[in-house]
């Protein structure tokens, strides 16, 4: 099982509650190509397979192309995958769980390389952004899909 690296010099961990069932924010989150059309930070996703470990997708979100692997899938609680963009080697696990009926995403990534290390600070705080308006995303989606049902 896949793991960020806790000693990586970019490392951020973000926790959200959400008013959803955990398989509904799973089936939201393992959409991959549908992410466009609830993350407005995510432009386009290619997924080349199926929803396994080991398939590739190719995703544009930020200033950069990211080319990701899946590492891990056990629904409806964590998903994982590792990417690389721009010399930074990235790795991403959410973990999902029901808290008293609504249910828990935390995400965890760490970035590895020469340039997060080179410009710590900066990739630091862009990380925590990206991270936490992507949750924000998914907990809008979530829940509009939950209040549908």
């Known amino acids: 099982m896949v ?3 806790e000693q990586a010099p970019v490392l951020a ?3 959200i509650e959400i008013d959803a069932d955990p398989r509904t924010v799973w089936d939201i989150l393992t959409d991959i190509e549908a992410w466009p059309s609830w993350n407005p930070d995510v432009k386009e996703v290619i997924l080349h397979g199926k929803l396994e470990p080991g398939t590739h997708f190719q995703w544009k979100a930020g200033p950069g192309k990211i080319s990701s692997v899946l590492q891990n899938i056990e629904p409806p609680h964590r998903i994982a995958w590792t990417g690389k ?7 991403d696990v ?9 249910t828990r995403v935390v995400e965890e990534e760490s970035w590895e390389g020469l340039l997060s290390r080179a410009m710590h600070g900066k990739f630091q705080k862009m990380l925590e952004e990206s991270l ?3 949750l924000e995303h998914l907990k809008i989606e979530a829940e509009r899909v939950h209040n549908q049902e």
């Open 3 to 5: 793991s960020v690296n």
């Open 94 to 102: 959410f973990k999902i769980e029901d808290v008293d009926g609504k």
């Open 13 to 15: 961990k973000v926790e």
């Open 132 to 134: 936490n308006s992507g």
């Open 85 to 91: 963009t721009m010399g930074i080697n990235a790795i």
